[in-house]
């Protein structure tokens, strides 16, 4: 794994978990730009296992492969779920939705970097 892309991850699902917040103590629903957010999230996710996927394969270096690729398959279906769920409800529990997603990506992404022995 390519830390600066890892961090990089961690750093926009904070930003996306604070604009969620502050959406929070508002009381509003998520707006589609906060979704359209979390679809950038999504993207980097992708590079990052498509670039995961390469140096595994390469053999570098030697992880635990079904760990490994859990955290990443989980890390993919969270925000899509959770962009699902906050666009289907439209009250302030839709922001606490994308909230606790943006965390739990941000949290998972330090696992994988455990796992792959960057940290």
């Given at each position: 794994?390519?830390?600066?892309?890892?961090?990089?991850?961690?750093?926009?699902?904070?930003?996306?978990?604070?604009?969620?917040?502050w959406f929070?103590?508002?009381?509003?629903?998520?707006?589609?730009r906060?979704?359209?957010?979390?679809?950038v999230?999504?993207?980097?996710?992708?590079?990052?296992?498509?670039?995961?996927?390469?140096?595994?394969l390469?053999?570098?270096?030697?992880?635990d492969?079904?760990?490994f690729?859990?955290?990443?398959?989980?890390?993919?279906?969270?925000?899509?779920?959770?962009?699902?769920?906050a666009?289907a409800?439209?009250?302030?529990?839709?922001?606490?939705?994308?909230?606790?997603?943006?965390?739990?990506?941000?949290?998972l992404?330090?696992?994988?970097?455990?796992?792959?022995?960057?940290v």
């Amino acid at each position: 794994m390519i830390v600066p892309l890892a961090l990089l991850v961690v750093a926009v699902c904070v930003v996306l978990a604070g604009w969620a917040g502050w959406f929070v103590a508002r009381d509003r629903a998520v707006v589609l730009r906060q979704l359209w957010g979390a679809s950038v999230v999504e993207g980097l996710l992708v590079v990052q296992a498509v670039v995961a996927g390469v140096l595994a394969l390469t053999g570098t270096p030697d992880i635990d492969a079904a760990l490994f690729w859990g955290y990443v398959v989980t890390q993919a279906i969270v925000l899509p779920l959770a962009a699902a769920w906050a666009f289907a409800e439209r009250t302030r529990w839709s922001s606490v939705v994308l909230l606790v997603a943006a965390l739990t990506v941000a949290f998972l992404e330090f696992r994988l970097l455990q796992i792959w022995g960057s940290v």
